[in-house]
């Protein structure tokens, strides 16, 4: 069964330093991979997502993740960490040939210092 | 704009009574979850559904049941024998292969 593995429940980082959040993900293929952020009581919302295109990929808020198969790797970085940066952090996966179903990491909770 | 509305946003239930959680989306998705989210863990999947009529236990199904009558809507009851139901709850919603779920901003549950 496909499994994604988020090490790190907690981190924390200075305003302005490197954000990296870490994500494994466990596939013989490459599937579907995605980060969502968590603002408290709201819903979840999509930062972005890698889809066999480019292994770089850009989302919202400065955020980016690269893609690397041969680590199962998808971490999520942000250069310089913004107070409004504080979240949970989800990565997701979904095989290519499993149907609509994400199998969801256990969440990375960003905490920024100021 | 399209997206997904769960009321309440609070829910405050007695012991022993149901409660139904609305979810309602005008994004035209065929797929449909209810997600359990606990403090400082994950999100559990309790009910799933691919397309009208038609739904799917998850992870932690027990005590709660959903029906399916309406591709906008898919209605999650916490009925009294879900012995710990105080949570938050989320629905999300889905497009397509490669496309990712959309989430409703969630409705917190409180046994009182």
């Known amino acids: 069964a496909q499994s994604v593995t988020q090490l790190g429940s907690h981190v924390s980082v200075s305003e302005g330093a490197l954000v990296l959040l870490r994500c494994n993900y466990s596939?013989?293929?490459?599937?579907?991979l995605f980060w969502y952020v968590q603002y408290p009581n709201q819903g979840l919302q999509l930062l972005l997502k890698?889809?066999?295109?480019?292994?770089l990929v850009k989302g919202i808020n400065g955020f980016e993740a690269e893609f690397k198969k041969s680590e199962t790797s998808f971490h999520l970085t942000k250069p310089s960490a913004h107070m409004s940066d504080a979240a949970e952090y989800f990565c997701?996966?979904?095989?290519?040939?499993?149907?609509?179903?994400?199998?969801f990491g256990g969440g990375t909770r960003l905490m920024v210092k100021p | 704009d399209g997206g997904i509305t769960q009321s309440p946003k609070y829910l405050f239930r007695k012991e022993g009574q149901n409660v139904t959680l609305s979810c309602e989306q005008n994004?035209?998705?065929?797929?449909m979850y209810w997600y359990r989210q606990d403090p400082g863990q994950g999100l559990r999947l309790i009910y799933y559904?691919?397309?009208?009529?038609?739904?799917q236990k998850g992870d932690i199904a027990e005590g709660y049941s959903v029906s399916r009558e309406k591709k906008e809507s898919f209605p999650l009851t916490v009925t009294s024998a879900q012995k710990n139901p105080t949570a938050f709850y989320l629905c999300?919603?889905?497009?397509?292969?490669?496309?990712?779920?959309?989430f409703g901003s969630g409705t917190r549950l409180t046994v009182v």
């Open positions: 999300a919603s889905h497009r397509g292969p490669s496309g990712g779920y959309t």
């Open positions: 890698y889809t066999s295109a480019a292994t």
């Open positions: 559904s691919q397309i009208v009529n038609d739904f």
């Open positions: 997701a996966v979904r095989p290519l040939n499993a149907g609509n179903m994400l199998t």
């Open positions: 596939s013989s293929v490459p599937p579907y």
């Open positions: 994004l035209n998705h065929d797929a």
